[in-house]
């Protein structure tokens, strides 16, 4: 069974513009999770989503959005990018997204805003 | 909410030494324990997990945890490391409690650099 994959694996972007980054779960599992990872604030939840509507929402500005589609593939978007936004973005699918629910993660997409 | 606090950010042991990696965790209800590791320019890999059952939980690669009810802990230990175990070691929280406001969101801690030298 093919793990989660997540498209691109690098991106480099300027302050002011905007970048969308996608999540193709794990075939079956129906929550899909983002998490932003960086040196300075370790790993933070952004949001979860399961069977295309958003169920949990971290503490992130209005700039970042999110999707899932009905194949349960997942897109986030952040807008308006500034350097602080350079991180390490993690996607994790799960089953059912309960709290027990093993989450299963992607190799993540690594952002460079200059 | 939930909040994980790894005491140490580095640990660095040599080949066949034990270590512990330490986890302490407060939450205001209920909980399920995860330790994942991530290897450089990867994401994160389950390691172990705690649901219920039996406080001690191992993994196949030798790596055990400890869930300490009384004081809220999760420690990861290992009694001989070996030189591919150098990585980074999360110990991440997330809610038993049915509630939609929290359900499948997992808490995790700054993380510790474990490096194992020859």
């Known amino acids: 069974k093919a793990g989660v994959t997540q498209t691109p694996r690098y991106l480099i972007k300027t302050r002011g513009q905007q970048v969308t980054l996608s999540c193709s779960p794990i075939?079956?599992?129906?929550?899909v999770s983002w998490y932003q990872q960086t040196p300075g604030q370790g790993l933070q939840f952004l949001f979860e989503?399961?069977?295309?509507?958003?169920?949990n929402k971290g503490n992130f500005p209005g700039r970042f959005s999110g999707r899932q589609f009905s194949n349960s593939r997942s897109e986030m978007n952040v807008s308006t990018l500034e350097l602080g936004d350079s991180a390490l973005y993690l996607c994790?699918?799960?089953?059912?997204?309960?709290?027990?629910?093993?989450?299963?993660f992607g190799p993540g997409t690594r952002l460079t805003v200059l | 909410a939930q909040s994980v606090t790894q005491l140490d950010s580095q640990v660095p042991v040599f080949e066949e030494a034990p270590v512990e990696l330490r986890c302490n965790y407060s939450?205001?209800?209920?909980?399920?324990l995860f330790w994942y590791v991530q290897y450089p320019n990867q994401g994160l890999q389950l390691l172990l997990k705690?649901?219920?059952?039996?406080?001690l939980v191992e993994s196949i690669n030798g790596f055990e945890a400890e869930f300490n009810k009384s004081q809220t802990s999760f420690h990861l230990r290992k009694p001989s490391v070996h030189i591919s175990d150098t990585a980074e070691y999360f110990c991440?929280?997330?809610?038993?409690?049915?509630?939609?406001?929290?359900?499948?969101?997992?808490?995790f801690g700054r993380g510790t650099q474990l490096t194992v030298w020859p």
């Open positions: 991440a929280v997330s809610s038993s409690a049915d509630r939609g406001s929290t359900l499948g969101r997992l808490y």
């Open positions: 989503y399961f069977s295309e509507t958003q169920r």
């Open positions: 994790a699918s799960s089953l059912i997204g309960s709290g027990g629910n093993e989450q299963f």
């Open positions: 075939s079956g599992h129906r929550s």
């Open positions: 705690y649901l219920s059952g039996s406080t």
């Open positions: 939450s205001s209800v209920s909980v399920y």
